[in-house]
């Protein structure tokens, strides 16, 4: 876990991931700068097959990572990020700067029932594919779940959510001139 004076992001993971990490939560959090917020994280089992969940707090875009070596969770989302971005329309600078803006993190506790719902929910349908589709990527894995409709954005996808935020976040600093 990487410890700096300006927190970019929290890594917001269930009881059950934080056992699994052995982590203690930090308490204290600042502001989250990126485009996507804080991610939400939570350990799926299905059989023998082991992974993490995360979806990002503000569009819900959903990533599937594998559990093993928790020290290096971070470090797998960070390099799933891009992949998963470019894949669901970002483009690749935007998903590029996303990526430089989640290098300083700390783990914290989840702090939305709404968005642990719908991690929740993406959970249940992660573990159906899991079962019926054994050889598909974690890759296609978070793309299948990215084209699920959620309540919490009221039910349109993550993957449409996600670019409509960074198109947002591209008109925004156009406006400020950055």
Known sequence: MLASP????????????LDRLNA???????????????????LIRVGRIQ???????????PIVVPARDGRALVQRLSEALV??????????????????????????KTASRRILGSLNDL?????????NFPDRTLLAHSLWLAKTPLKVIDYGAP??????????HRALQAV???
Request: charged fraction near 15%; charge should be negative; hydrophobic fraction near 50%.
């Open 6 to 17: 300006s927190i970019v992001f929290v890594l917001r993971c269930t009881q059950k991931l």
């Open 51 to 61: 992974v993490v969940l995360a979806v990002s707090e503000r569009s819900l875009l």
């Open 159 to 168: 993957d449409q959510a996600t670019r409509a935020a960074f198109a947002a």
């Open 83 to 108: 992949p998963m971005l470019t894949s669901v329309g970002v483009p690749t600078a935007d998903a590029t700067a996303e990526l430089g803006a989640m290098q300083h993190w700390v783990v914290g």
């Open 176 to 178: 400020i001139g950055r």
């Open 24 to 42: 203690t939560p930090h308490s204290e959090t600042a502001p989250t700068d990126t485009v996507l917020g804080d991610w939400y994280a939570n």
């Open 123 to 131: 959970a249940f349908q992660l573990q159906v594919g899991l079962l």
